[in-house]
Nanobody, 127 residues
Framework: QLQLVESGGGLVQPGGSLRLSCAAS????????IGWFRQAPGKEREGISC????????YYTDSVKGRFTISRDNAKNTVYMQMNSLEPEDTGVYYC????????????????????WGKGTLVTVSS
């Protein structure tokens, strides 16, 4: 069964950190661009960060630049997102996705070219 499984979400205070993981089963991630998307309550799902299959190209939405870092370990078939200096506005369900866009920014900005979605992990930033 082909699937992506997110983990690492939870409740954290403002200014805190979390590391999210996205693990694949049934297929290898190294052929895919991987993206992290966030859906806040009452809002549309938005692309937060995407990384190319080699890891050589990354994209971050403006609101997380300098705070979030996406990385991948193809040997472990896993992609990570380190989230620092978390803010209440970062609250939401975080989904990872695998796709094959020509450019990583395209998948993040449009959600096009996504072949697989995970079921999400909840991040709550609150004091």
């Amino acid at each position: 069964q082909l699937q992506l499984v997110e983990s690492g979400g939870g409740l954290v205070q403002p200014g805190g950190s979390l590391r999210l993981s996205c693990a694949a089963s049934g297929f290898t991630l190294d052929d895919y661009t991987i993206g992290w998307f966030r859906q806040a309550p009452g809002k549309e799902r938005e692309g937060i960060s995407c990384i190319s299959s080699s890891g050589g190209s990354t994209y971050y939405t403006d609101s997380v630049k300098g705070r979030f870092t996406i990385s991948r370990d193809n040997a472990k078939n896993t992609v990570y997102m380190q989230m620092n200096s978390l803010e209440p506005e970062d609250t939401g369900v975080y989904y990872c996705a695998a796709g094959r866009p020509l450019f990583v920014q395209t998948m993040c900005n449009t959600r096009r070219y996504v072949n697989y979605w995970g079921k999400g992990t909840l991040v709550t930033v609150s004091s």
